[in-house]
């Protein structure tokens, strides 16, 4: 297994950035498909982007479609959430997350996760 690690959260006001990154451990980092999720208070854990281990093939959620943009760089082992135009709605603790399967919206069918990181939005 991968194991995963997420830097980049903070206190930002709407309509800015912050780019969050995700460090693996593990030689096999680049052959899993990765993920990221979020939870606010009080609400279910809900996906956000996924990108395939070639780095190819991406997919947002539809309400960051146009806004955030996930990358991964495998020779840094490492994959990205550009999170551009903030709303306080996006506030949340960031997951990221390894998978192997083709089901990236569903969170049951990821194996690795990191222990999140804090993205708070100000009004």
């Known amino acids: 297994q991968v194991q995963l690690v997420e830097s980049g959260g903070g206190l930002v006001q709407a309509g800015g950035s912050l780019r969050l990154s995700c460090a693996a451990s593990?030689?096999?980092?680049?052959?899993?498909?990765m993920g990221w999720f979020r939870q606010a208070p009080g609400k279910e854990r809900e996906f956000v982007a996924h990108?395939?281990?070639?780095?190819?093939?991406?997919n947002y959620a539809d309400f960051v479609k146009g806004r955030f943009t996930i990358s991964r760089d495998n020779a840094k082992n490492t994959v990205y959430l550009q999170m551009n135009r903030l709303k306080p709605e996006d506030t949340a603790v960031y997951y990221c997350?390894?998978?192997?399967?083709?089901?990236?919206?569903?969170?049951?069918?990821?194996?690795?996760w990191g222990q999140g990181t804090q993205v708070t939005v100000s009004s």
């Open positions: 997350a390894a998978t192997l399967s083709n089901n990236y919206r569903d969170s049951e069918r990821y194996i690795s």
């Open positions: 593990g030689r096999t980092f680049s052959t899993y498909p």
């Open positions: 990108i395939s281990w070639t780095g190819d093939i991406t």
